[in-house]
Structure formats: C-alpha cells, structure tokens
C-alpha cells in the first residue's frame, strides 16, 4: 500500500456539501508495517462513539466467572437498582439475557440512549427510563441497534465483578495493550459502555490486533468468533455500492461486511475499526464527519489498495 497516497486520497475528497472531510486521524496495521496519519496536525485522542460497544464486548470476554455467562438473566441484577413501574414489561424482562445486550435484541421496538431521548433525564434515572420502555418483542427475536443494551452491559458488569468498571478495564485490557490514559464517560456510577470513549488511532490498532490474532491472550480465540456470530441481516444501514466496507449484516458488537470475512466496530460520524483477515490489516478512521459517504468509499478504497 502506498500510504501517502491514500492520505492524498482523503485529504483532497469532498463530500456532498463540497466541503473537506473533517478527519481527525487515519491509521493502517498489516503485518509488520503500521501507518498513521494526523489531520490538521491534531494531537487529541478522539471520541470513538459506537466502537466502543466493541470494546464492551471485549470486555465480556474477559470475565472468568462461571456464574456469569452470556446466559446469565438480567432482571436479578438490575432489579434492585431501579423502580420498575411498567408491570407489563417484567415477565419479559425476566427472559432478557445477557446476550441479548450484545446484539440489539433486548425487544425494545424504538432505539434509547441516543442522547436525545436522555437529555432531559437524570443519570440515576437511565436504568429505570430503559427497563420501563415497553418490551413489544420476545428477548431475542427482534434485532434493533440502540444503545441501550452496551449501557446495560456496562452496570450488569460492574455490579457482578464488585469494582469499577473502569478500573477493571484499565487492569484487563487497556494496560496490557499499551494503551494508556484513556477516557471513558460515566453516566452516574457507571461507564456509558456504548459510547463516549475517547481513543488515540494506534489504541484502536491494538484493540484491532486482538480481534484479528484470536484475542492476543486478553481473550479466547473462541469469544472473538463468538463476538463475529451473525445476528441479522441490516439493509437499512448497508452501504451495499461500496465493494467490501458495508454493513451487510450484524454480529455482537461488530458489523459484518459480506465479502473476504470482514468485520468492524463502527461509530457516528466515520469511526471505523476495520478488520481485514485475508491480508492481515488492520484500517482505522477517526473523524467528526456528519457526511460520511465519501469517506466510507475511501475506507472500501483502502481495503482494495491493500497488498
């Protein structure tokens, strides 16, 4: 790959408005050689917004704990930290499993935690707002991509592992990959698990290398399939004019595109954490880009410029 030029490629592109992308930073792994590029000179890590569902997910991986599995109910967990006033949802919600944060199928029939339906409420209220929705679906049976389960996730481990959850990740997973100081949202007492993480581009390639070399002893070989397990078809996020980086369909926290077995994290804004196994690269985009077609067409143009 000719990196310099695919920073070319970027830095000259437009999108629809005619404006410059607003990159923050571009960032290849394959094999050996490793490449990144700052955009404006910025020094500043970057919010990775929904990528850091898959570190949640990771995270998950992590814990050795045989009375905690991705079988494990949510209800007698989250019970005791919220008032439940919506009687109707508690017989589903006593069916909603762990697993079922990790893929959007909780039941919920609209999409909570986005920030908007939040803003007006109290962190010490985000438990009680999420299990009084109405549950209209079966756990398990209806896949809509919300926030809201990766926030769940984030108090069901906290509270089953009996420390912070942030001190736990800096212990199992950041400071053993080199990544250091890195900042993490809390809503209340707790992280907000599906977003608000703030990353350099060559954290996000060690995170990526655990996903690409059967978990580099942080986790099993086996979670990271588990983590690559398809959940549903995603046409309404596909992108299916791009070749290979498109949102063909949905896993446990990645996104699977449908040609070379690839995967990614994938955030708001042209956060992209691309996993490459046929030529063993590792493809990162950090940017604040509303737009971000023309930018998503340079990431599938990146995987096509790979040797």
């Given amino acids: 790959m000719e990196f310099d030029g695919l920073v070319d490629l970027f830095e000259s592109a437009r999108d629809r408005n005619g404006d410059r992308l607003a990159m923050h930073y571009l960032a290849v792994k394959q094999g050996e050689r490793e490449f990144c590029h700052a955009f404006g000179d910025r020094t500043e890590p970057s919010d990775i917004r929904s990528i850091s569902k898959t570190v949640m997910a990771i995270l998950l991986g992590t814990v050795n704990d045989s009375t905690f599995t991705e079988d494990t109910p949510l209800w007698p967990i989250l019970e005791p930290l919220c008032v439940l006033s919506n009687e109707e949802n508690r017989e589903r ?49 209806h896949y809509l991509y919300s926030n809201a389960g990766f926030y769940l996730l984030s108090v069901v481990l906290q509270e089953v592992l009996g420390e912070d959850l942030k001190e736990y990740a800096d212990r199992v997973l950041f400071r053993p990959l080199g990544i250091e100081q890195p900042e993490w949202e809390r809503y209340g007492d707790y992280l907000a698990g599906a977003t608000r993480l703030w990353l350099y581009p060559r954290d996000l390639i060690a995170i990526g290398e655990v996903l690409l070399h059967g978990g580099r002893g942080i986790v099993s070989a086996d979670w990271i399939e588990r983590m690559k397990q398809f959940t549903a078809f995603t046409p309404s996020a596909d992108t299916p004019t791009n070749p290979y980086f498109r949102r063909w369909a949905y896993g446990s926290s990645l996104w699977l595109g449908k040609r070379d077995g690839i995967y990614f994290g994938h955030g708001t804004d042209g956060q992209s954490l691309v996993i490459v196994p046929q030529r063993q690269a590792i493809i990162v985009t950090l940017a604040h880009q509303r737009d971000v077609r023309r930018l998503e067409e340079l990431v599938d143009k990146a995987i096509t410029l790979l040797d």
């Fill in 93 to 141: 919600l006593s069916r909603v499993k762990v697993k079922h944060l990790l893929n959007h199928t909780i039941g919920f029939d609209r999409a909570l935690m986005m920030r908007d339906d939040i803003i007006d409420l109290d962190p010490a209220d985000y438990i009680s707002h999420i299990v009084n929705t109405p549950i209209v679906h079966e756990p398990g049976t």
